[in-house]
């Protein structure tokens, strides 16, 4: 016997607006709504397509870590706001694909601790990337340093007081400001402004990410300083330099197919002397020239050191003390001593002796004349002396002299010992009928000249760093408003009236909170070589807050902990005759903990998932589990026969 039931189809109520229209469920729409939102944030579907992603941001942040650097690849990907973003939403799927199948059963137990391991890792992430700092301390043997170099450019101001500072830097504060210019370069149109707390105005219109130096004169000097602006050409070499008496890197310039020198003839002898257009008498240690009434008697320095000879023609006799091949200056003595036997800087010292005795002590140099000088103040003699020196594989070369009167003359020095001089004509062409078929121009000839230090682009090869950046500000309201170059690491001061400002441009200087002395640098190298197999640091830390000091050595792989701080042995820097500069690399990273702890949670919920609750094996179909014959669920609204 059977019962016919009806089973009556559900009606979903609905609202109706002020106008009598359905506008949707009464409850069930915006829950219905956020579901499916969250049912995508948790779907599989989601985390294959951020997985992908991903992999492929990586991939293009390690393209551009390898043709650039890591700077560019950390602003244009790891740390940009979008790649944040994008982490977050990885840890929004994984939590959500966690939590939408809460209650959780035993045997999901592998799977959620892989998950709420994947969190921790990204959560320690956020940690490092927003609290943790990175940077490097550089130190010579014996040096002692506590501020650690970030990179993070900052543009930085210092306002003293002439009257009531005594323009003492300690006594006023330093304001700074983040002056990040690489990745929106300022212009001329739209120069970057940062305002003092004076009322100064610092411009900033011009940027080089690798800047190199470049100096130039132009006529407005107060004193003499005479300037000249040469240009050298060919098919293959076309030169351009400035050169000055005043400046010693500045008096001769080396351009490989020539030498060029700048002198001064201080008297119409000396000139005369300079511009001898007799061959030069050549001799392995140079020839001393005596300028007496008239006479120019010579003297070989080969075979005269420690001897006294007479200069002929004159009451005179010349004592050579020393002979110098390379001559430089001892700093910690003070005393002029030769570096090697290299013909690099010749120079001589000597003594004059008149009939009576009476010594007159003189050092003269080859290469430059000017400045030779004598050891007293008041000179004895009327002697004139000059330290020629033109081996037997001389270049060729260019002199440039500047006579009495301000005139200035040129003299061609060719391999053969020829040569030729005559007064220089500003903008005209000479040719120097050397086989190279060059010819020299100058260009610009400045009496009364005033130093101005300019930058140019450097464009390195990829992968390869430059030199540092530098930047270049005018100053509004200063006495003298610019423009002004100001390279990384560097300051300028501006004054108005008798307020000083000094505005410098470097990276930021975090303080570790201890003091690193470096006591010894080791660098071991690989046999025969001078490629560095191995370095390592020997430090002393000193802490006064915690009143602790200790000693240890820090290697490549044995880095130093101490408060929160890992001290790692980066690289080094080789200086010519001085000792070897030590990097290290300082790094504070309070992530560290929660991200051991998020791997530990992912390796022990992999374990779970396959070692410990493996799946469970595939049963046979019971009885129960057999379909049943029935309507289908077109045909659900339709009578159904149910059996009493």
Request: charged content about 20%; overall charge positive; hydrophobic content about 40%.
């Amino acid at each position: 016997m059977y019962k016919i039931a009806q089973i009556p189809q559900v009606a979903t109520p609905l609202c109706i607006g002020a106008r009598g229209r359905g506008v949707g469920p009464v409850s069930a729409n915006k829950p219905a709504m956020l579901r499916s939102v969250y049912k995508f944030l948790a779907s599989l579907k989601l985390a294959v397509v951020l997985l992908l992603s991903l992999a492929a941001i990586l991939a293009a942040a390690t393209y551009y870590e390898s043709v650039y650097d890591a700077k560019t690849a950390s602003h244009l990907v790891y740390g940009s706001w979008w790649f944040y973003l994008f982490l977050f939403m990885l840890g929004v799927n994984v939590a959500c694909a966690a939590a939408i199948r809460y209650p959780w059963q035993r045997r999901q137990t592998g799977f959620v601790v892989t998950h709420l391991g994947i969190i921790t890792i990204l959560v320690g992430s956020f940690i490092t990337a927003f609290a943790g700092f990175e940077g490097t301390l550089a130190l010579r043997a014996e040096e002692t340093g506590s501020v650690v170099t970030i990179d993070k450019p900052m543009l930085s101001w210092q306002v003293l007081d002439g009257e009531t500072q005594g323009h003492d830097p300690s006594s006023a504060t330093v304001q700074q400001q983040p002056a990040e210019f690489r990745w929106s370069r300022p212009s001329d149109a739209r120069p970057r402004r940062f305002k003092l707390d004076n009322g100064l105005v610092v411009l900033v219109d011009r940027y080089y990410h690798s800047a190199v130096p470049e100096m130039r004169y132009e006529a407005g000097g107060k004193e003499l300083n005479p300037a000249i602006q040469v240009k050298l050409d060919n098919a293959q070499v076309h030169a351009d330099e400035w050169m000055a008496l005043a400046d010693p890197d500045r008096q001769e310039v080396n351009l490989g197919p020539a030498t060029l020198r700048f002198l001064k003839a201080d008297s119409p002898a000396a000139l005369e002397r300079l511009l001898s257009n007799k061959p030069a008498k050549r001799s392995p240690k140079g020839i001393l020239v005596f300028g007496v009434a008239g006479a120019r008697p010579t003297v070989e320095v080969e075979g005269s050191v420690g001897k006294t000879v007479p200069l002929e023609g004159t009451p005179y006799r010349v004592r050579v003390d020393r002979f110098l091949p390379y001559a430089v200056v001892d700093q910690k003595r003070g005393k002029l001593i030769s570096r090697s036997n290299e013909m690099v800087n010749p120079a001589v010292e000597l003594t004059v002796l008149d009939s009576s005795g009476a010594a007159e002590r003189h050092i003269v140099f080859a290469r430059f004349p000017e400045f030779s000088t004598t050891h007293q103040q008041e000179r004895r003699t009327q002697i004139e002396v000059a330290y020629t020196f033109e081996g037997p594989d001389a270049s060729n070369g260019i002199d440039f002299i500047l006579g009495p009167g301000e005139a200035l003359y040129y003299r061609v020095r060719s391999k053969d010992g020829k040569s030729f001089s005559g007064p220089v004509k500003v903008g005209a062409a000479v040719q120097t009928h050397w086989r190279m078929k060059m010819a020299f121009t100058v260009a610009q000839f400045l009496p009364r000249a005033r130093v101005v230090n300019e930058f140019r682009e450097f464009h390195p090869a990829r992968g390869k760093e430059g030199p540092p950046p530098a930047i270049r500000v005018r100053v509004e309201g200063a006495d003298d408003p610019g423009p002004y170059w100001i390279a990384q690491g560097s300051e300028i001061a501006v004054r108005r009236g008798k307020q000083v400002t000094r505005i410098s441009y470097h990276l930021q200087g975090l303080q570790l909170g201890f003091k690193v002395m470096l006591k010894k640098f080791t660098v071991g190298y690989d046999p025969g070589t001078r490629n560095a197999a191995s370095y390592s640091s020997d430090v002393t830390v000193t802490d006064p807050a915690r009143q602790a000091k200790f000693d240890q050595t820090i290697s490549m792989n044995e880095p130093l902990h101490y408060n929160g701080v890992t001290l790692f042995q980066a690289s080094f820097q080789e200086v010519e005759g001085g000792s070897p500069i030590s990097v290290l690399q300082i790094a504070n990273d309070p992530g560290v903990p929660v991200k051991y702890a998020g791997s530990i949670l992912l390796c022990c919920g992999i374990a779970i998932m396959f070692f410990i609750n493996p799946m469970p094996k595939k049963r046979a179909p019971r009885d129960t589990d057999r379909e049943v014959p029935g309507p289908s669920p077109d045909t659900a609204s339709e009578p159904v026969s149910e059996k009493v």
